[in-house]
C-alpha cells in the first residue's frame, strides 16, 4: 500500500511541477472564488486553512479573501514536540506569519492566539497531493492532518482545493485516513 501511495504521491507532484505560473495562478484565483462561494464556507464564522508551499494551489488567496470576509481565520503550526498541528489565530498574513517546517510559512506563535476548543472549527481547508472522487485524500505522508481531524468529532465542513489534474480513480486507504466531503478544483465542486 505505501509503495502504491509513493508512487501516486511522485506522479501527481511531477505533473503539478509541470503547470506554468500563469496557469497555475489563474486556476488558484478559480478554486479561490469557488471555495469562497460555498454555502457550508459563507455560514462558518471560524474557517481553518493553511499556506501553500511549492506548486500547489495558492491558498494564500483564500486566506486572505477569509480575512476579507470576516472570518476568523486558523492556520496551522507544526508543533515538534508532539508531531501534531497546533491551531493559531491570525488577522495579518504579512506579520504573524514566517518560514517553519520545509519553509512552509505558519503562525509564530508569540504574535498568535493559540486555539484551545477545536469544536469552534466549521470549515476546513485541506491540502493534499491527490484525491479521488469518493473523498480520499492523499497527503504528503506525515499524517499531520489525519491526527487533527479525528479530534475533529463535532464534524466540520472538510474540503479539498486541487487542481483537476490531482484527482485520481483511487487512493489506497488505511484506517486512520479521513476523507473529504467536497473537492473544489478549477472546473468543478465534486461532492464525495
Known sequence: MQQLKQTIRR???????????????????????????????????????????????????????????????????????????????????????AAGLWGIREPVAERCERLERLDEVEFVLLPGVAFARDGARLGYGKGFYDKLLAQMAHGPALVAAAFAMQIVEQIPQEATDVKVTWIVTEQETIVC
Open 11 to 97: 506522479d501527481i507532484l511531477a505533473l503539478r511541477e509541470r503547470l506554468e505560473p500563469d496557469t497555475r495562478a489563474a486556476y488558484s484565483a478559480a478554486i479561490s472564488r469557488r471555495l469562497s462561494g460555498m454555502p457550508e464556507y459563507r455560514q462558518a464564522g471560524t474557517v481553518l486553512g493553511y499556506m501553500n508551499f511549492g506548486a500547489e494551489f495558492a491558498s494564500e488567496l483564500w486566506a486572505a479573501q477569509a480575512l476579507a470576509d470576516g472570518k476568523h481565520l486558523l492556520l496551522p503550526r507544526v508543533n515538534h514536540r508532539t508531531n501534531r498541528l497546533d491551531l493559531y489565530r491570525v488577522d495579518d498574513l504579512e506579520n504573524q506569519l
